[in-house]
């Protein structure tokens, strides 16, 4: 916590930069043309949305639910890391979107925040971002700082919340910025949303879309039909959510260096993350290496370049995988295009959740439809035919919770923190999986991150009584939902 401290004391300086001298007049002695007065609003947002990337393309929940593997040198594939820092997420991310909102509240910096959109919309924006956040960091770790975070040195050591109660806070959150939205400008800096036309609407709809993700989490500790979960996921659907391919929510990189597909550059340097054995035999199913039942394997993967143009995935192992050309790499039109997008939200993600709400009796409609539906989003997502789809469709038809799990799992390729919260949820019901010989951090598939050493350090209080509520600080302990 004490990099969020330090970064709070920036911000109050710059931001008390401009009343600094009121009992004094010295003209414009000390103002520098060169630099603002406050904090550019645009550049907050900027800061903030591109500091996100690492969320979208981060490798260790790929490794956890075995969508991937290492190469030569075996680290994520055997757990290596047990404890992981939070504090990126409210330095780099946290802190730039409630400057944001601040700076759009208080009445001596609002007139200046205009130039850069509505008020209104920005502060909307910057709490959907911050919801989405908070939900990734307590989906990681479990209790975090939330209702006390983000306050400086008003309040340096922040209890941890409860997930049950982080959840609360941020549905309250994103029915109210949605109700903020007014039909002024959005926001400038913004580099997720850059059409102006429909910024504010896409907005929306990943709010809504956001809410429902966040509903369905829930779904173990509140299955009932008309029920809380239920309540919030049929609220997100009827205010709009993803209906196609076309609105898929992307992460857009560009070929600058600096902010191009993270995926591009590992293998700028490092032939390594296989696509893993586990998942390349689950899309293998009763087929053969050079014919898989699952026609996605050619969309998610390379062949072998020795072996003779099969599909082979690596071992999820200590031993490693020595000699990587035996195995199949992630495709070609990810590892080796700067501007291949990460993915927030897809139609598949949403058409599956729709299933499955439909299988609990929270909406009206067919399982088995909406399950189809998602099948064919994901097919169509990653450029398989109609005809095809349609096949592989009736092949799998819709039976139980098991079969959305299982399909769900293959939609999720390359979400890796997606893909690793539904394995969790799911629980038996998941695609199963064996934990790797030789895992060093923990018994089990991971659970959960633990606290970084700096938690420790600095916030010991309330690290204690977390663990206390939660359990262990290990990878093996549930979260919440997952219980």
């Known amino acids: 916590m004490k990099k969020i401290v330090i970064t ?124 989405y956040v908070f939900q990734h960091i307590t989906d990681r770790w479990g209790m975090v700082p939330y209702t006390g975070a983000l306050q400086g040195l008003d309040n340096a050591f922040p209890k941890f919340d409860t997930q049950e109660a982080i959840y609360d806070g941020l549905f309250k959150d994103l029915t109210d910025a949605v109700a903020l939205m007014d039909a002024g400008a959005g926001p400038k800096g913004d580099v997720i949303f850059t059409t102006k036309a429909t910024q504010m609407s896409e907005w929306k709809r990943f709010a809504n879309t956001l809410k429902l993700n966040m509903a369905m989490r829930l779904s173990k500790r509140f299955p009932a039909a008309g029920g809380y979960a239920a309540t919030k996921f049929v609220e997100a659907l009827n205010a709009g959510t993803i209906a196609s391919n076309a609105q898929n929510f992307t992460y857009p990189y560009i070929t600058d260096e600096a902010y191009d597909n993270p995926w591009e550059d590992r293998f ?44 082979k995935g690596g071992l999820t192992s200590a031993v490693g995988n020595t000699t990587v050309a035996n195995y199949s790499f992630i495709t070609n039109t990810i590892i080796k295009n700067k501007t291949a997008p990460a993915f927030f939200y897809t139609y598949a993600q949403v058409s599956f959740a729709k299933a499955e709400a439909a299988s609990l009796g929270w909406i009206p409609g067919s399982a088995a439809t909406f399950y189809a539906e998602g099948i064919r989003a994901s097919m169509a997502q990653w450029g398989v035919a109609t005809a095809t789809a349609d096949a592989y469709v009736l092949q799998f038809p819709y039976v139980n919770l098991k079969s959305i799990a299982y399909q769900k799992h293959i939609a999720l390729y390359m979400q890796g923190y997606e893909g690793w919260n539904e394995w969790r949820r799911f629980g038996n019901d998941a695609v199963a999986l064996t934990v790797p010989a030789g895992a060093i951090g923990s018994a089990t598939i991971p659970q959960r991150q633990a606290y970084g050493a700096s938690v420790k350090t600095l916030n010991l209080e309330n690290y204690n009584a977390a663990i206390a509520t939660q359990g262990a600080d290990k990878m093996e302990t549930k979260v919440w939902w997952a219980n």
């Open 268 to 311: 700028e340097t490092r032939t390594d993350y296989l696509v893993s054995e586990p998942f390349v035999n689950l899309l293998i199913g009763t087929g053969t290496n050079l014919a898989p039942q699952d026609p996605r394997l050619a969309k998610f993967a390379e062949k072998a370049a020795n072996g003779g143009g099969i599909y």
């Open 8 to 131: 709070s004391i920036l911000a109050l300086i710059t931001a008390l930069v401009s009343v600094s001298c009121d009992n004094a007049d010295f003209g414009d002695t000390n103002l520098n043309p060169n630099y603002p007065s406050i904090a550019n609003t645009a550049s907050l947002l900027t800061g903030a949305e591109r500091s996100m990337s690492p969320i979208l393309t981060a490798t260790e929940p790929l490794c956890y639910v075995q969508y991937i593997t290492n190469g030569q040198y075996p680290k994520e594939t055997i757990y290596d890391v047990v404890n992981f820092e939070y504090t990126s997420n409210y330095v780099s991310i946290l802190n730039n979107l409630q400057a944001v909102i601040n700076l759009n509240k208080d009445a001596a910096t609002a007139g200046a925040a205009l130039a850069n959109g509505s008020n209104n919309n920005q502060i909307a924006v910057a709490m959907i971002l911050k919801a």
